[in-house]
């Protein structure tokens, strides 16, 4: 049993609400990393890390899922995933 479903069960909310919310309370300490240590390196440097903990953050939310969602962006660029 992982830490997100012991929290789940403890607090009898779904799985995916924790997730949700852990991601978005994770958001502010790696902000408060990036402003302290990624300001004033190369673009690249940012734009990698940005991109790296966005695709981190998302595995997290969605799972396996987001391999589909990769999969329909390669397929039809632009167009919404219904």
Do not use: W
């Not at 995916?16 to 991601?23: H, P, T």
């Not at 673009?43 to 695709?55: E, L, N, T």
Request: proline share 5%; aromatic share 14%.
């Amino acid at each position: 049993m992982g830490l997100v479903k012991a929290f789940s069960d403890t607090a009898h909310v779904s799985e995916d609400a924790s997730r949700l919310v852990f991601s978005i309370l994770a958001g502010y300490p790696i902000a408060a990393f990036y402003r302290t240590f990624m300001k004033g390196t190369a673009p690249m440097v940012q734009h990698s890390f940005i991109v790296a903990v966005g695709v981190a953050l998302y595995y997290f939310n969605c799972g396996k899922m987001i391999l589909l969602h990769a999969v329909h962006q390669l397929i039809n660029p632009g167009y919404p995933f219904r």
